[in-house]
């Protein structure tokens, strides 16, 4: 029987094991593309195989798997490396997942085609390739409605640290800088009175507007794809174009999904349309900023100031420019950085990829 017909017959943990004690001499290539190649739907417990790209993910999702699935995690809190990745998603039924991993179609033809669901701990999920996802019929679970208020609690505690310069004026406290009282020392921009505008008002961007409200700005205003009448009338918000979205805010607000259109539609010409006033917040993702217009318009004061809860990279290089100006603040990503938020984002991980391996309906499914 040949090496290959005996691979597809087998068991390839058995294999494996033959492999490496026999003393039978085999081409290491052929029996590597053949191990890649073959594929199997169940370990040698009988259960369904998950991957978990971190060991740091809360301990609720990670238990609710192991009761019904074997399951293998990268074992350092850091993403896991690409080639690892590769390497361990070989033959899995399910991907538990992060922002922090590309799942491209190169993952997904590595894995194999029992491959069944993927799972981000994450709503973003402009890392995985859902266009490939579909054509393999793989579903995606996603994390959605549990960060919400995290993040628009964040996003306004960012919009606040920066309009009223808190980190700056903390650093004068520590450095000397702090001499007297003085009444035009550290003074930023309120939001009473002020003109804020959300670019994107999907569950987020209408949790940030909620928030915001009792601070009485005298107009709030939203970007969308369509009308959202039921939300907007609630929050008195007014849905205006980009244009007039960019000209005349002194708050705006990005907390869109990164998508083909929103890429870098914060450039040099939206920047060049923003109010001398103007304070940009950006919680949704790096992505939809061009961080070169955005440094330009910092450093020339084109606009008053920037809070970013993401960059591109992520983690920003220590001597990214933009570290140097004293106009921005820069917090690494911490929007649903809540304990019980992320429990819950573990657990509803979890249950996507169980009920994605059953064929049952996910707590949260991409619709692809
Ligand atoms: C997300 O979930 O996409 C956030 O950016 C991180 O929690």
Redesign the pocket.
């Known amino acids: 029987m040949s090496l290959i017909s005996l691979l597809s017959r087998s068991n390839s943990r058995l294999l494996l094991v033959f492999l490496h004690k026999s003393p039978i001499s085999v081409n290491l290539l052929e029996t590597k593309v053949v191990l890649n190649s073959l594929q199997y739907s169940k370990t040698t417990s009988g259960m369904k195989s998950v991957y978990v790209t971190r060991p740091d993910v809360a301990s609720i999702g990670i238990d609710l798997l192991k009761k019904e699935c074997d399951v293998s995690s990268w074992s350092q809190a850091v993403p896991v490396p690409r080639d690892e990745l590769l390497r361990q998603v070989v033959g899995k039924d399910a991907i538990y997942c992060a922002?922090t991993d590309k799942i491209d179609s190169e993952i997904i033809e590595r894995a194999g085609p029992q491959l069944k669901c993927i799972a981000t701990i994450?709503?973003?999920y402009e890392h995985i390739d859902v266009a490939e996802c579909k054509k393999r019929g793989i579903r995606v679970g996603y994390?959605p409605d549990v960060?919400t208020d995290a993040?628009a609690e964040l996003t306004v505690a960012l919009l606040l640290a920066t309009s009223r310069r808190l980190f700056e004026a903390n650093k004068e406290v520590y450095n000397g800088g702090w001499k007297s009282w003085a009444p035009d020392w550290m003074c930023g921009q309120g939001l009473k009175g002020a003109r804020v505008g959300l670019f994107g008002f999907g569950r987020i961007g209408q949790e940030i507007a909620a928030r915001l409200v009792p601070f009485k700005p005298s107009k709030l205003t939203y970007t969308a794809r369509t009308e959202r009448t039921t939300e907007a009338v609630k929050l008195n918000a007014e849905r205006v174009s980009f244009d007039e979205m960019l000209c005349e805010s002194d708050f705006i607000v990005a907390c869109c999904a990164l998508t083909p259109e929103t890429k870098e539609i914060f450039n040099t010409d939206a920047f060049k349309k923003m109010k001398s006033n103007a304070i940009f917040i950006n919680s949704a993702r790096g992505g939809v900023v061009d961080q070169t217009a955005l440094c330009a318009a910092l450093k020339d004061k084109r606009i008053l100031g920037a809070g970013l809860d993401?960059t591109t990279p992520e983690p920003l290089p220590l001597d990214d420019p933009l570290l140097k100006l004293d106009n921005v603040v820069i917090l690494p990503?911490i929007?649903?950085a809540d304990v019980n938020t992320r429990i819950e984002?573990s657990r509803i991980t979890a249950l996507n990829i169980l009920a994605g391996l059953k064929g049952e309906k996910m707590v949260a499914e991409v619709s692809i």
């Open positions: 922002l994450s709503v973003g994390t960060l993040t993401v990503h929007g649903s984002m």
